[in-house]
């Protein structure tokens, strides 16, 4: 069976504390919405305030294929605006618990009945399409909340929703709910939260109690702990429910959410599934290793089918397979030898405490293939004199070709005192030093200290790095290795 989809990231989705989209946000948004074939879009709530109703008629003056939709109470006003917005139908939002209609609203059931009613046929009477929503249908006495739907549906409402709204059905209880109303004679939806991390599972059950309709929001985001994942839905549906499917192109779903993440400000957690950081990343030896034999071992799915990519992660886990691979990635082949000691030396990094990063690969690998390489410099010892009445000054001892080599130098500060003390000499005439990068490994005012440099003589360009619990000596001997390596090429 074909499931349809609501998207409600530009609604309810927007509703997560702390977001608030402008209306070019709101078009981008919904402009891939269209694109990737989400059916329903719900753009807003048409009574909320002036940009909300501007931005919801620059979504329904495009001409999408998707119907558009705008939030509404059951009240004469706000179906008013929704009409002064030009959508295709209203999210017709009824409470139908206890709770809801006598401490919210204050009225009787049959008030309720009547409210609902009314507003059904004043959409009709202006050619909306109706979804009708039970707000808090989970704890709603279900023969209420079937009455509710009846008389909407005899007064012409064309799509019903079961809310989950504070998200209390399991996947038991959300399977025997939607079983229990799949009698009614109009498309069922299902709206869920996550606010027990249930809301995909429980949309999946409604699929299976008779639902044909799921609401969403791309990255789950929404109210409290949010909605129902539009991404983890799909691809679910997509992947483990044969007798289901949408008509959503799953290869643009990491685009959508990356676009909606930035447009929102709230940032995917990196274990997510089908769109985390880390949801095609491999950094254990055993799984790279069998991932690159064969995806499927450690992969359900391959990241290309959501449009992305895999991952190697280098750390303390990862083995020489995964690593090699990495490096030819970069361009570099290395022997058995120089992998093991690659290897070796990337973990004693992360042992550290260290993220290593492609820079990282670059400057370790570098540095073991250029190991049988004879340095003409050797840094000897270097002391730096600084204090807030006199100027930095460093005394570099260095070794060129034999030749030892006293040097000093004043600067800015330590760092810059020392490499103006080696700048003098000869050999450093017309090296200019284009990039410093100081990164401290560990916390704390014992932190291993991480100098990548970059250096340019010419037109060759080489980087080197230094690894020390001394700033002034890592950064000095990162300069003599980068100034080693322009010599060697
Ligand atoms: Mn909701």
Do not use: W
């Amino acid at each position: 069976m074909n499931i349809k989809i609501l998207d409600t990231t530009l609604r309810d989705g927007e509703q997560t504390p702390g977001v608030s989209l402008t209306s070019l946000e709101k078009l981008r948004i919904a402009n891939k919405l269209d694109e990737i074939g989400v059916e329903y879009i719900e753009a807003g709530s048409a009574i909320t305030s002036e940009g909300e109703r501007e931005s919801i008629k620059q979504i329904t003056s495009q001409n999408f294929n998707a119907e558009i939709l705008s939030f509404s109470r059951p009240l004469t006003v706000d179906i008013d605006y929704c009409l002064d917005c030009d959508v295709d139908g209203v999210n017709l939002v009824v409470p139908t618990s206890e709770l809801h209609i006598h401490e919210k609203l204050n009225i009787t059931n049959e008030k309720l009945i009547d409210l609902s009613n009314n507003a059904v046929d004043y959409c009709k009477d202006h050619g909306l399409i109706v979804e009708l929503s039970a707000e808090d249908a989970s704890r709603s006495d279900t023969d209420f909340l079937k009455t509710v739907y009846l008389n909407a549906i005899n007064h012409g409402a064309d799509r019903i929703c079961v809310c989950d709204t504070v998200g209390i059905l399991t996947p038991d209880s959300s399977y025997e709910l939607y079983s229990q109303l799949n009698d009614l004679p109009v498309p069922i939806a299902c709206h869920c939260h996550n606010d027990f991390g249930l809301a995909v599972a429980n949309t999946l059950a409604a699929l299976k109690g008779g639902a044909s309709e799921i609401h969403t929001t791309i990255n789950g985001i929404g109210e409290r702990a949010g909605n129902t994942s539009f991404e983890e839905c799909v691809v679910s549906i997509d992947r483990l429910l044969p007798q289901f499917s949408t008509n959503v192109k799953i290869n643009e779903i990491y685009d959508i959410s990356k676009l909606v993440a930035r447009s929102t400000g709230v940032y995917i957690q990196p274990n997510k599934a089908i769109v985390g950081e880390n949801a095609f990343a491999h950094e254990s030896g055993i799984h790279s290793d069998g991932v690159i034999k064969n995806s499927a071992t450690y992969e359900p799915i391959t990241p290309e089918l959501v449009g992305r990519k895999r991952k190697f992660i280098l750390g303390k886990h990862m083995g020489t397979h995964g690593l090699d691979n990495k490096l030819k990635e970069l361009g570099l082949n290395v022997d058995e030898i120089q992998l093991k000691q690659i290897c070796d030396d990337i973990k004693d990094l992360a042992d550290k405490g260290k993220k290593i990063t492609d820079v990282d690969l670059q400057v370790i690998a570098d540095n073991v293939l250029e190991i049988n390489h004879e340095d003409r410099i050797k840094l000897d010892e270097v002391t730096v004199v600084s204090g807030n009445k006199i100027m930095p000054t460093a005394s570099v001892k260095i070794t060129i070709d034999d030749d030892e080599i006293l040097n000093a130098g004043v600067g800015l500060g330590p760092v810059d005192a020392s490499i103006n003390a080696l700048n003098d000499l000869e050999l450093f005439k017309d090296v200019n030093l284009i990039e410093y990068h100081v990164d401290s490994i560990t916390g704390g005012t014992d932190a291993f200290i991480d100098v990548i440099i970059k250096l340019q003589q010419g037109d060759k360009v080489v980087s080197a790095r230094a690894t020390e619990s001394d700033i002034i000596k890592a950064s000095v001997k990162a300069y003599v290795a980068g100034v080693n390596r322009l010599l060697r090429d």
